[in-house]
């Protein structure tokens, strides 16, 4: 069983559509939380991290994370034709980082 | 300008013929570690290395090497190349957990390896 379980996808949504993401993982000693955007042909970017259980916000982009359940949510509101990204959750034990499979997204213009 | 680069960025080779994929960055950073992308499976990081001299397994090391004997720079080395090595690489650097900065992973372009 995979530490990290994301949801490949692909997803496909309107222009302005809340796109809604998730990872599951079963290491309770994971430490940080992240959200990477990779663009085709490029390598990842980091888009938003979290620390500790709870809701962090940027922009249109909002991360959850609830550690009692071991899940990971991000959510894109208002969803533009730029964000059509293959989005990976990671996460980080000290020096070890796992990575979700990664979910494309398709926003239709 | 901050970057990591790697070189070459494309490559095709035939079995058992020794390669070298060059890493380096420019941030001073502590961490640096490598990751190979395959369709369904993500990134899975085969090396990492916490500094000069210190390196340790990822999920994937078998058939991969790696030495780190300058802070900007971490090699992949892949002594026989065997045909399930042929995959997308990325090398990543960043400040180390202990000092908070481990979730920032600085990636390179990638390199597209295919062994024949």
């Known amino acids: 069983q995979k530490e990290v379980e994301q949801d490949p996808g692909p997803l496909s949504v309107p222009e302005g559509a809340i796109v809604s993401l998730n990872c599951t993982y079963s290491n309770s000693a994971f430490q940080y939380f992240m959200w990477y955007r990779q663009y085709s042909r490029k390598g990842p970017e980091l888009l938003m991290y979290?620390?500790?259980?709870g809701n962090k916000e940027d922009g249109r982009f909002t991360a959850q994370v609830d550690k009692s359940s071991k899940y990971i949510s991000l959510f894109i509101r208002d969803s533009q034709p730029s964000d059509s990204a293959t989005y990976l959750c990671a996460m980080i034990d000290v020096y070890k980082l796992s990575f979700g499979a990664g979910t494309t997204v398709t926003v239709r213009a | 300008e901050a970057q990591v680069t790697q070189n070459p960025r494309y490559l095709i080779t035939v079995t058992g013929k020794k390669l070298t994929v060059t890493c380096s960055q420019n941030?001073?950073?502590?961490?640096m570690s490598w990751y190979r992308q395959d369709p369904g499976l993500g990134l899975r990081q085969i090396y990492y290395s916490m500094n000069v001299e210190v390196t340790d397994k990822g999920d994937v090391p078998e058939g991969y090497k790696v030495s780190r004997k300058e802070k900007r720079n971490f090699p992949l080395i892949l002594e026989s190349p065997s045909p399930n090595q042929t995959s997308l690489y990325f090398c990543?650097?960043?400040?180390?957990?202990?000092?908070?900065?481990?979730?920032?992973?600085?990636f390179g372009p990638g390199t597209r390896l295919t062994v024949t």
């Open positions: 990543a650097s960043s400040l180390i957990a202990a000092t908070g900065g481990g979730h920032e992973q600085y």
């Open positions: 979290t620390y500790s259980s």
């Open positions: 941030m001073n950073h502590e961490y």
